[in-house]
């Protein structure tokens, strides 16, 4: 059986291309999509350029009403996700020092990164075209997100996932020599075919011609083009290659220049849409959703202006033959006489507008028209209501606007979700074997509780380093060192509490630890298989805030009454509500224990102290 030739990565890269730039997608029987359309389309309306050139066929200047840039930026704030949403929740009483360390280790890498830009790029991608691809490079230098421009991306238009990704690259020579895994000798040949900077329709960019376009091409393809061995055309496995390719003297002839191939363990590309579309690569976003009324707005504004530049026109007319060819403004002088024969008068023509009400009020319907499909009112827009509107109507039109904003920001959320679970916590845990102390800004609750941790495994740790010092010094012909005996162990315990919370109290919300001195575990001990376990909750559609605010407030009143402290039952009611309600996780509620009265103890200078009740088995024993 005669086995079929598998197609270079040259030759995929070239048919992809074609493909994606000049095919179309039926996506029903009424519904015909091209992909590169679309993105140019939108790259167009968001720079305020037509399509169809910027003349009409008389040579006149065609203006662009924009209405898209102002619709896409506000699903761009109302969609908006900040570093200080990104917070990670134990499921488990058990757990919630895992979920204090793995907050601390995403939030020292989110600014290592500068994880606040990467969402910021990446809200703004997704706002105005519905759907970004986010690359995930993970090097020496760690992990790092990208979101890749859509103009530098050939992908299917309908299965993003199940096929190949190529970007598109544009390096200089000093980029390209820079990258030591690029082959260099092949870089040595590339370097003699040098061309300008070209757009997907082949047009140049600019007349500059030290960049080389190359294509990063990724997906799971036969292992053969890694072998060079037809025995291997049937194996699949995930690759990536750096290929470019000049034309030669016959015009489908192509030299290909493969700088790089490899294996690679995952595909860097990720797809996150705000609203995802059935049978669509790419979503539709808040500019594809103007298309017809922005075009429509550009369509009147021309009509409009047209009819004014004619109004603002002086036009005379007479039946009198003297005055044919002639112009007022070029062919006749202040003070020129004019002679034109009998009942044959010299008369302008009326030529005022018409009809610009009509045209205006047609231009607002299909603005209307756009801003109900992306739900977007007046009012985020930031024009003033009528006079005579209630304030409250006015906030529940944007209540009712911003429920579906909020539906695209939970996607959002969602979709970082499942990043931080396959890729970026996973990477952290391979770079954290070690015990090395590190930095974070706490939230009140858990310094608290981490500082309950740390006090009482420190303080612990310099009272028995006392005690062995005195058990090894001690003269038994000398009375007892007063840190042998119980009271003394007490007392030197509570002083040790006390210096440590006074120090760590002079660092605010920062703390500085490692987890040897919480456990003796490493970092990576710690954390095995958390990112399984945990619930993060960046955007908060588990909790609604209102009804949250609204229990707190409830239990606030009823702890506040005197008799709450010796009513076990009504501590438990009140847990159960905060917990049924997602105000407040049960792990939190419990690790909040009631200050207990301390007894006092009588020092030997007649003096009276405050100590902690009990002291630590570990103490006891030394």
Request: aromatic share 8%.
């Amino acid at each position: 059986m005669e086995q079929i030739k598998r197609e270079t990565i040259g030759e995929i890269v070239r048919k992809r291309e074609s493909d994606f730039i000049n095919g179309h997608t039926q996506v029903s029987k009424h519904v015909r999509h091209s992909m590169n359309d679309t993105i140019e389309t939108i790259y167009a309306y968001l720079n305020s350029a037509h399509t169809s050139g910027e003349f009409d066929s008389k040579g006149r200047e065609k203006p662009f009403f924009n209405i898209v840039v102002a619709a896409a930026n506000i699903w761009y704030r109302a969609t908006d996700i900040d570093r200080r949403h990104i917070k990670t929740r134990a499921t488990k009483k058990k757990d919630w020092i895992n979920s204090f360390l793995a907050n601390i280790l995403i939030q020292s890498w989110m600014r290592k990164e500068n994880f606040g830009q990467f969402l910021n790029e990446w809200g703004r991608v997704l706002a105005r075209f519905g759907s970004a691809v986010i690359k995930t490079v993970e090097n020496s230098t760690g992990l790092h997100l990208i979101v890749v421009p859509w103009s530098k991306l050939i992908v299917d238009s309908v299965d993003f996932e199940n096929n190949v990704k190529i970007e598109i690259l544009e390096l200089t020579e000093a980029q390209l020599r820079a990258n030591k895994t690029y082959d260099q000798l092949m870089i040595d040949d590339l370097l003699n075919a040098k061309t300008t900077r070209k757009t997907s329709d082949k047009r140049a960019k600019d007349n500059r011609n030290d960049y080389y376009k190359l294509y990063e091409v990724h997906g799971l393809l036969p292992l053969s083009n890694l072998t060079d061995d037809v025995k291997d055309e049937d194996v699949f496995v995930q690759q990536m290659h750096v290929i470019s390719f000049i034309g030669k003297k016959m015009k489908e002839d192509k030299e290909d220049f493969t700088l790089y191939r490899g294996k690679e363990r995952f595909d860097p590309y990720t797809i996150t849409h705000l609203i995802k579309e059935d049978d669509r690569t790419l979503s539709i976003g808040s500019v594809q959703n103007l298309f017809q009324a922005q075009w429509m707005q550009n369509h009147s504004v021309k009509a409009i202006k047209d009819q004014l530049d004619l109004a603002s026109k002086l036009i005379f007319q007479t039946a009198d033959a003297n005055f044919v060819g002639m112009n007022a403004l070029e062919s006749i002088e202040q003070g020129d006489i004019l002679i034109h024969g009998i009942n044959q008068p010299l008369t302008q023509v009326p030529n005022n507008s018409h009809d610009i009400v009509q045209w205006q009020n047609f231009s607002t319907q299909w603005k209307t028209l756009g801003n109900e499909i992306n739900g977007v009112s007046e009012s985020m827009l930031g024009a003033q209501p009528k006079s005579g509107t209630a304030w409250r109507q006015t906030e529940a039109i944007l209540q009712e606007n911003y429920n579906l904003f909020e539906l695209m920001t939970e996607n959002k959320g969602l979709q970082l979700e499942n990043l931080f679970r396959e890729r970026i916590i996973p990477h952290l845990k391979k770079k954290i074997d070690t015990t090395e102390e590190i930095s974070e800004i706490l939230a009140s609750h858990d310094i608290d509780r981490i500082d309950g941790m740390y006090i009482k495994s420190l303080s612990t740790k310099a009272v028995n380093d006392k005690i062995k010092k005195a058990l090894f010094s001690q003269d038994i012909s000398q009375p007892l060192d007063p840190i042998l005996s119980e009271e003394g162990q007490e007392l030197e315990l509570a002083k040790e509490r006390a210096d440590i919370k006074e120090s760590l109290d002079r660092l605010g919300n920062q703390r500085f630890f490692k987890p040897s001195e919480i456990s003796t575990k490493t970092w990576k001990e710690q954390l095995k298989d958390y990112e399984w376990d945990m619930e993060i909750d960046i955007t908060g559609e588990s909790q609604n805030v209102q009804e949250a605010l609204t229990t707190l407030n409830t239990a606030l009143q009823v702890v506040m009454n005197p008799a709450f402290e010796n009513n076990p039952k009504a501590k438990r009611i009140v847990g159960k509500t905060l917990e049924l309600t997602g105000a407040m996780s049960p792990i939190e509620y419990g690790s909040m224990e009631s200050p207990q009265p301390q007894p006092e103890v009588q020092g030997q200078d007649g003096s009276t102290n405050v100590s902690t009740p009990q002291i630590t088995s570990e103490i006891k024993n030394k």
